[in-house]
């Protein structure tokens, strides 16, 4: 995919959805953890549970067999002890059926990323902007927009991908600095809000579909899906209130009409148990 043209990811988080992106050749599916904002209506990605993650990347992997599908691991289930985070990275792969993880990570965690990869664990290193360091940021920003910034991510990205990263994923950087890092590295980025330079470029489904309140600059809505469902809703409230329901589809049977007589009873007996 690196030789080849630009590809494109979406996050996905349910095996309709999933069915339906596969069925519209996107290669790439993230399980990402902005399922907690997007399907459980929590305040930021940290509140994910590991095990809801892995279900719903099982439930994306079944509806799409033939896309590649990364697991994004949630808050606190890779931060805390190496052994502990390849236990629950391998519950993506043999549980969740994922094809990679995903971490947010810096170069201190080139020691986990080895052991992941000695462990045959693909992993997806995703640096830059990483929302689950938001509250120790003091917010979601942009990085590398210093000099010394754009150093240290474009060295952190090489030091990654020798520690065995078979993927980068860059987040809210300038051009320059993702245009640096591929340059730097021989496998693949995955830009999300990080310029043309990179490889592929993912985004956050509902962003896209115009289903959500707000949507980051690099993915302004390309449809209005929301609005859509809006209306959906509203029309079937119309049609419900005033008996709109068109022709019902089911009817009695012939014979049970036919033998039917006022000293016999036409509904069927139940067994009692």
């Known amino acids: 995919m690196k030789a080849e043209q630009p590809f494109a ?3 996905c988080y349910d095996a309709t959805s999933a069915r339906l992106l596969q069925a519209a050749g996107v290669p790439i599916l993230l399980v990402g953890d902005t399922a907690a904002e997007m399907i459980l209506g929590l305040p930021g990605t940290i509140h994910a549970p590991l095990d809801l993650m892995i279900q719903l990347t099982a439930a994306v992997k ?8 990364m697991a994004d691991m949630p808050f606190l289930s890779y931060q805390v002890d190496e052994a ?14 994922a094809d990679c993880v995903k971490l947010e990570v810096d170069g201190t965690f080139t020691g986990l990323v080895s052991q ?37 991510l474009v060295e952190e990205a090489r030091r990654l991908e020798e520690a065995g990263a078979t993927m980068l994923l860059i987040e809210a950087v300038p051009c320059e600095v993702s245009e640096e890092i591929v340059s730097k590295t021989s496998i693949p980025v995955i830009g999300c809000g990080a310029g043309p330079a990179c490889h592929g470029q993912v985004v956050v489904t509902q962003d896209l579909a115009g289903m959500t309140p707000w949507q980051p600059a690099f993915a302004r809505p390309m449809a209005q899906i929301g609005a859509a469902i809006t209306k959906l809703g509203q029309d079937w409230v119309d049609r419900v209130s005033t008996g ?18 006022p000293e016999r009873d036409v509904t069927v007996e139940s067994t009692k148990s």
């Open 9 to 11: 990811a979406l996050t």
């Open 62 to 69: 079944r509806g799409a067999p033939n896309c590649l599908v």
């Open 84 to 97: 502990e985070a390849v236990r629950n990275a391998g519950r993506f792969l043999v549980e969740g059926q």
């Open 116 to 152: 992941l990869n000695r462990a045959g664990i693909p992993v997806i290193a995703h640096i830059g902007s990483r929302p689950q360091q938001v509250k120790h940021d003091g917010g979601y920003r942009s990085a590398g927009r210093t000099r010394a910034d754009a150093s240290r």
């Open 244 to 261: 709109n329901l068109g022709e019902h589809p089911y009817s009695m049977a012939a014979e049970t009409c036919k033998d039917a007589s």
